[in-house]
């Protein structure tokens, strides 16, 4: 069972929910002329990324998710490994975040401040899991369930979200079945 | 220049335990491999990446996408795709689903396998006899036991000694560990049915390196569990880390790369086998090559598509197939069967370091008599650990609190799979595509290969008994699914070219010789007469030994 690799776990640990949905199971196709013309992403917009993450996986006693470059690693994965459903819903993502933005606080995303994102990004947050709870398997997904996955799975994969928020040891030496955990510690990154 | 004392062809697991223990007997041995040089540890280059050097971390939609065989395979990832066949380079013909995983190099899958090495009983080498399927197998455990334990020692096995009659003790070296909820279930399981013995897997792993292991320039496992990458501390068992190498340094191994064996020459005038022919890959020229035996090692499809292939005007249908049997009774292993749960409590308990192994329960339905409704068993596997990160894709949370929480490990959940025996049979079978041929001018391979009624019936038991099991233990919200994977996607093929003392109904031996072409030996997953419920590669190793040391002396003999 050994060979049971972490994605099938995850899967069936989560009821089926993975990082990307089934894009990660399924793979992406040749993006269509408009999706084409919308990547690669403007700096600004990988910007504009990077501060979404950050207000999800904020700096606290360790880095965030800026300090990770997931807006990076989203525009990678939206560029190679997206289907073109799931790339045309992250895009659009883009200005629909930002409309969310103006609706609520009459001021764009990138204006608003700290607190003022998360409260905004709280609301989207619900909103996305309850379109998830709801909707049909052909529905396309939530644009910020896509971001948020994309967000966690950068962040706890990369060197600062790993080393920092997680403990992560490349080279264990051995296998101890059975020690002590305090609240507190934290989890092994893989 | 082409001649030699023998052939092997294949470089995995089995042939390159042939290739070792040929070599080490004085013998000038030729290894053909068709796949590309992988030499230990210098061609590993993916083996001390950290998760965030990996550009898409780890995924490889794309190429799964275009590629949904090998994309099924649950050890493919951007780390080890380079050990993997592409579907597109190596097309074959499905007349029913059947998902062939290959990997093409020296060392073949030995260097993506499992890992998970248990001894067959004695129970298994008489199921078909007393189960009158198949037929019977011509050696019982006691003929292999010297064997097992010859290889064990030369590999290295962690395991315990656990004294089951279903699961023969091994050669071993110190078990892993279970987890603390491992620890507390297994106790359980074991006090709630008296047949049920949860014991640690055992694995080709170096927990503690003997002299024979640190000979072979191999270390101790350090638990990272990155091995289908290639070990950079060879602490896991391979052809690359461990057969091969071993070998060389005889001074009588000459390893091929790039040779795609076309088929076994029969001298129709001689009225022998006298080689075989060789597609190199890179330049399709054919060569023949000479030799006094050859061992065919391809793995279990591919020594079926070479013998199919090798035909004369004394075997019109393949080598040895006076019977008609070659290629058919193919059989796999039962994967079909998952259950999952959660544990509460033990909050206050984790573990470190990353385990190549997990807790087994030994197959123990109709063992020494039929008990159920269906033929055989089933193995039962199980793992529990801690959620990590992973527990927040799918819970509501922005900033830091939602990133404390999920930064530390979240419950138990517990992971229970299956792996049944397949009760062979003869519709199921492999044979020749009549036009479509690959790229090296090899005719394509047809799987005709099913589950059958028996297959469902074993799951249906493994759901029920497995869910007692986990409810024994005390673990919540169980459920049970069917995973409906195909055939193939277990990596565990067998069958096809079988072992048995008639030559009317096999094609081989007790010795792995073909009845009709004695100097041909096979002892890869093709030889096998019924799969039992144990990871199958030691079997295969341990039948290579033995069918060495076989052909060595009756060559020395002048017998073939």
Same mark, same amino acid.
Request: charged share 25%.
């Given at each position: 069972?050994?060979?049971?690799?972490?994605?099938?776990?995850?899967a069936l640990?989560m009821?089926?929910t993975v990082?990307?949905?089934?894009v990660?199971?399924?793979g992406?196709?040749?993006?269509?002329?408009k999706?084409?013309?919308?990547?690669?992403?403007?700096?600004d917009?990988?910007?504009?990324?990077?501060?979404?993450a950050?207000?999800?996986?904020?700096a606290?006693?360790?880095?965030?998710?800026?300090?990770?470059?997931?807006?990076?690693?989203?525009?990678?994965?939206?560029?190679?490994?997206?289907?073109e459903?799931?790339?045309?819903?992250?895009?659009?993502g883009?200005?629909?975040?930002?409309?969310?933005?103006?609706t609520?606080?009459?001021s764009?995303f990138m204006?608003?401040t700290?607190?003022?994102r998360?409260?905004l990004?709280?609301?989207?947050?619900?909103?996305?899991?309850?379109?998830a709870?709801?909707?049909?398997k052909e529905d396309?997904?939530h644009y910020?369930t896509?971001?948020k996955?994309?967000?966690?799975?950068g962040?706890f994969?990369?060197?600062?979200?790993?080393?920092?928020?997680?403990?992560?040891?490349?080279v264990?030496g051995?296998y101890e079945?059975?020690?002590?955990?305090?609240?507190?510690d934290?989890a092994?990154a893989? | 220049?082409?001649?030699?004392?023998?052939?092997?062809?294949?470089?995995?697991i089995?042939?390159?335990w042939?290739?070792?223990?040929?070599?080490?007997?004085?013998?000038k041995?030729?290894?053909l491999e068709?796949?590309?040089?992988v030499?230990?540890?210098?061609?590993?280059?993916?083996a001390?990446m950290?998760?965030?050097?990996?550009?898409?971390r780890?995924?490889?939609?794309?190429?799964?996408?275009?590629n949904?065989i090998?994309?099924?395979?649950?050890?493919?990832?951007?780390?080890?795709?380079h050990f993997?066949?592409?579907?597109h380079?190596?097309?074959?013909?499905?007349?029913k689903p059947?998902?062939?995983i290959?990997?093409?190099?020296?060392?073949?899958?030995?260097?993506i396998?499992?890992?998970?090495?248990?001894r067959?009983?004695?129970?298994d080498?008489?199921?078909?006899?007393?189960?009158g399927?198949?037929?019977?197998w011509p050696?019982?455990?006691?003929?292999l036991?010297?064997w097992?334990?010859?290889?064990?020692?030369?590999?290295g096995?962690?395991?315990?000694?656990?004294g089951?009659?279903?699961?023969?003790?091994?050669?071993?070296?110190?078990?892993?560990?279970m987890?603390?909820v491992?620890?507390d279930m297994?106790?359980?399981?074991?006090?709630?049915?008296?047949?049920?013995?949860?014991v640690?897997?055992?694995?080709?792993?170096?927990?503690?390196?003997a002299? &024979?292991?640190?000979?072979?320039?191999?270390g101790?496992?350090q638990a990272?569990?990155?091995?289908?990458?290639?070990?950079?501390?060879g602490?896991?068992?391979?052809s690359?880390?461990?057969t091969i190498?071993?070998?060389?340094?005889?001074?009588?191994?000459?390893?091929?790369?790039?040779?795609?064996?076309?088929?076994?020459?029969?001298?129709?005038?001689?009225?022998k086998?006298?080689?075989v022919?060789?597609?190199?890959?890179v330049?399709?020229?054919?060569?023949?090559?000479?030799?006094?035996? &050859?061992?065919?090692?391809?793995?279990?499809?591919?020594?079926n598509?070479?013998a199919?292939?090798?035909t004369?005007?004394r075997?019109?249908?393949?080598?040895?197939n006076?019977?008609?049997?070659?290629?058919?009774?193919?059989?796999?292993?039962?994967?079909?069967?998952?259950?999952?749960?959660?544990v509460?409590?033990?909050e206050?308990?984790?573990y470190?370091?990353?385990r190549?192994?997990?807790?087994?329960?030994?197959?123990?339905?109709?063992?020494k008599?039929?008990d159920?409704?269906f033929l055989r068993?089933?193995m039962?596997f199980f793992?529990t650990?801690?959620t990590?990160?992973?527990?927040?894709?799918?819970?509501?949370?922005?900033?830091?609190?939602?990133k404390?929480?999920i930064?530390?490990p979240?419950?138990?959940?517990?992971?229970m799979?299956?792996?049944?025996?397949?009760?062979?049979?003869e519709s199921?079978?492999?044979?020749l595509h009549?036009d479509?041929?690959?790229?090296?001018?090899?005719?394509q391979?047809?799987?005709?290969?099913?589950?059958?009624e028996n297959?469902?019936?074993?799951m249906?038991?493994?759901h029920?008994?497995?869910?007692?099991m986990?409810?024994?233990?005390g673990?919540?919200?169980i459920?049970?699914?069917?995973?409906?994977?195909?055939?193939?996607?277990? &990596?565990?093929?067998m069958?096809g070219?079988?072992?048995g003392n008639?030559?009317?109904?096999s094609l081989?031996?007790?010795w792995n010789?073909?009845?009709?072409?004695?100097?041909?030996?096979?002892?890869?997953?093709?030889?096998?007469?019924?799969t039992?419920?144990?990871?199958p590669?030691?079997?295969?190793?341990?039948?290579?030994?033995?069918?060495?040391?076989h052909?060595?002396?009756e060559?020395?003999?002048?017998?073939?």
């Amino acid at each position: 069972m050994n060979r049971r690799e972490a994605l099938n776990m995850v899967a069936l640990l989560m009821g089926g929910t993975v990082v990307g949905g089934t894009v990660f199971l399924e793979g992406c196709k040749t993006a269509d002329k408009k999706v084409a013309a919308a990547l690669p992403l403007t700096a600004d917009q990988i910007a504009f990324l990077d501060e979404v993450a950050e207000t999800i996986i904020p700096a606290t006693s360790t880095p965030g998710a800026k300090a990770a470059k997931v807006g990076e690693f989203m525009h990678t994965m939206v560029t190679d490994c997206y289907d073109e459903k799931d790339q045309t819903t992250f895009i659009e993502g883009l200005g629909k975040l930002n409309e969310a933005s103006e609706t609520k606080f009459k001021s764009d995303f990138m204006k608003l401040t700290p607190e003022q994102r998360k409260e905004l990004l709280i609301g989207i947050d619900k909103e996305a899991k309850d379109y998830a709870g709801s909707k049909k398997k052909e529905d396309p997904n939530h644009y910020f369930t896509l971001m948020k996955q994309l967000t966690l799975l950068g962040y706890f994969s990369s060197e600062v979200g790993a080393t920092q928020a997680l403990r992560y040891v490349a080279v264990p030496g051995k296998y101890e079945g059975c020690i002590d955990y305090k609240k507190g510690d934290k989890a092994w990154a893989i | 220049m082409n001649t030699y004392d023998a052939i092997v062809v294949g470089s995995g697991i089995s042939g390159g335990w042939a290739a070792k223990e040929l070599c080490e007997k004085g013998i000038k041995t030729l290894l053909l491999e068709r796949g590309r040089n992988v030499e230990h540890l210098k061609d590993y280059p993916t083996a001390t990446m950290n998760p965030w050097e990996f550009k898409h971390r780890g995924r490889l939609d794309k190429l799964k996408k275009e590629n949904p065989i090998v994309g099924r395979c649950y050890a493919l990832d951007e780390a080890t795709e380079h050990f993997f066949v592409k579907d597109h380079e190596h097309p074959y013909v499905q007349d029913k689903p059947f998902d062939w995983i290959r990997g093409y190099q020296v060392g073949g899958k030995s260097l993506i396998w499992a890992r998970q090495t248990q001894r067959w009983s004695n129970y298994d080498f008489e199921g078909p006899a007393r189960d009158g399927f198949a037929i019977d197998w011509p050696i019982r455990y006691k003929d292999l036991a010297p064997w097992y334990s010859y290889v064990e020692k030369f590999i290295g096995i962690s395991g315990n000694r656990d004294g089951l009659d279903t699961l023969p003790d091994c050669e071993s070296l110190p078990a892993f560990e279970m987890n603390c909820v491992e620890k507390d279930m297994s106790g359980k399981i074991g006090a709630a049915n008296k047949n049920w013995n949860v014991v640690q897997g055992r694995c080709a792993h170096l927990t503690k390196p003997a002299p &024979i292991h640190q000979q072979q320039g191999r270390g101790q496992c350090q638990a990272r569990h990155l091995c289908y990458r290639g070990c950079p501390f060879g602490a896991y068992f391979s052809s690359n880390s461990s057969t091969i190498p071993w070998a060389m340094k005889t001074g009588n191994l000459t390893l091929q790369p790039n040779s795609v064996v076309h088929s076994v020459i029969f001298d129709d005038a001689k009225g022998k086998v006298t080689g075989v022919r060789v597609v190199d890959a890179v330049t399709k020229k054919m060569t023949e090559y000479y030799a006094k035996i &050859i061992f065919l090692n391809a793995a279990c499809l591919n020594t079926n598509l070479i013998a199919l292939n090798s035909t004369s005007k004394r075997f019109p249908n393949g080598l040895g197939n006076d019977n008609g049997l070659l290629g058919k009774y193919m059989a796999f292993h039962n994967y079909r069967g998952v259950i999952s749960g959660s544990v509460e409590g033990y909050e206050d308990k984790y573990y470190f370091g990353r385990r190549p192994t997990q807790p087994m329960l030994p197959n123990f339905r109709n063992v020494k008599k039929q008990d159920t409704d269906f033929l055989r068993g089933y193995m039962t596997f199980f793992e529990t650990s801690r959620t990590g990160w992973q527990q927040g894709l799918g819970q509501n949370g922005i900033g830091a609190d939602f990133k404390n929480a999920i930064t530390e490990p979240g419950p138990w959940h517990v992971f229970m799979m299956m792996q049944g025996e397949h009760v062979p049979e003869e519709s199921s079978r492999v044979y020749l595509h009549k036009d479509l041929k690959d790229a090296w001018g090899m005719p394509q391979l047809v799987t005709d290969i099913d589950y059958n009624e028996n297959d469902l019936k074993v799951m249906k038991d493994f759901h029920q008994q497995g869910s007692e099991m986990l409810a024994a233990a005390g673990v919540k919200n169980i459920s049970t699914s069917d995973s409906k994977q195909a055939p193939g996607l277990d &990596i565990h093929e067998m069958g096809g070219i079988r072992m048995g003392n008639d030559p009317k109904t096999s094609l081989l031996n007790k010795w792995n010789q073909f009845h009709h072409a004695p100097n041909v030996f096979v002892t890869d997953g093709a030889c096998m007469v019924s799969t039992s419920t144990q990871n199958p590669s030691l079997t295969f190793m341990a039948l290579t030994a033995r069918a060495v040391d076989h052909a060595v002396s009756e060559m020395r003999k002048g017998n073939i």
